[in-house]
C-alpha cells in the first residue's frame, strides 16, 4: 500500500483523494480551508488544515515520508512553485502538480516536478481522440514516444487468438491486459486467448505504432 498526499481539495483535489481512498490506498489531504478539511475528516485516512508551504507543518505530518504527492492548489500558481519546491527538499520522490495554464508545465518540471497535469487540457484531448476513432476507449500518453491504449478489438480480431493475431509482429504493440465483458481482467493474456466481443485490449508501444491501429480502429 502506497502512502499519497493531495494538498488542496478543491473538485479536482478530492476528486483524486476519495478515489485513491477506494482504492484502498493511504490518502492525506491538506487544505488551508477549515470548512473543506472538516468535509473530507471522516472520509480520508487523515484530513489536515495546514499551510503547505510551510516546512515546519509539512514535517510534522510527515509530509517526507508519502510516496507520492498530489499538488492542486487551483489558480494560485506561486503557492504551486512554493509547495512543489518544498517536497523536493523534503525528498518525496514522486511529485504531480496540476498547472492551469500552458507555459507553467516547464516552470514547474524545472524545479522539481515529476508529472505536470492540465486537467481541461487532458481530457479535451482524450475526448477528442476517443471521439475521432470510436473503438478508442481511452489513451494515456506515458511519454512523447509511448502511450498506453485501451480500445475494442476490431471486428477481424474477434474469434482470433492473440497469437494468430501476431499484434506485436504486425503493429509492434504489446497487448498487457483483456478487460472481458464481465469486468474481469486477464493480466499477461496468454497467446491462446481467443478475442470475443466485449473484450477490450489494453495494449503499450510507440505513438507512432498506436497511429496505424487507430486508422484500423
Known amino acids: ?16 483523494a476519495l478515489t485513491l481512498l477506494e482504492d484502498g490506498e493511504q490518502v492525506i489531504g491538506i487544505d488551508s480551508n477549515e470548512d473543506v478539511v472538516k468535509q473530507l ?24 515520508d508519502v510516496d507520492v504527492a498530489i499538488v492542486s492548489v487551483g489558480e494560485d500558481f506561486e503557492a504551486s512553485i512554493l509547495i512543489t519546491l518544498l517536497l523536493k527538499e523534503l525528498g518525496v520522490k514522486e511529485i504531480i502538480v496540476k498547472a492551469s495554464m500552458e507555459g507553467q508545465e516547464k516552470v514547474l518540471q524545472k524545479i522539481g ?3 505536470v497535469i492540465q486537467p481541461e487540457r487532458d481530457m479535451g484531448t482524450r475526448l477528442a481522440k476517443s471521439l475521432s476513432s470510436p473503438r478508442i476507449i481511452d489513451q494515456i500518453e506515458l511519454s512523447s514516444n509511448y502511450s498506453l491504449l485501451e480500445m475494442s478489438p ?10 494468430a493475431l501476431e499484434i506485436r509482429a504486425k503493429y509492434g504493440l504489446n497487448v498487457i491486459a483483456l478487460k ?6 486477464d493480466i499477461a493474456p496468454q497467446a491462446g486467448h481467443v478475442i470475443k466481443k466485449g473484450d477490450l485490449l489494453v ?9 496505424r491501429v487507430k486508422k484500423k480502429a
Open 154 to 163: 476490431p471486428e477481424d480480431f474477434i474469434g482470433k487468438s492473440l497469437g
Open 180 to 185: 472481458h465483458e464481465s469486468g474481469d481482467i
Open 41 to 64: 475528516a471522516d472520509k480520508l485516512t487523515n484530513a489536515v488544515q495546514a499551510d503547505a508551504a510551510n516546512e515546519k507543518a509539512m514535517t510534522k505530518l510527515g509530509i517526507q
Open 113 to 115: 516536478a515529476t508529472r
Open 1 to 16: 500500500m502506497r502512502q499519497y498526499a493531495v494538498i488542496g481539495l478543491g473538485k479536482f483535489g478530492r476528486s483524486v
Open 203 to 211: 495494449v503499450i508501444g510507440q505513438n507512432k505504432d498506436i497511429q
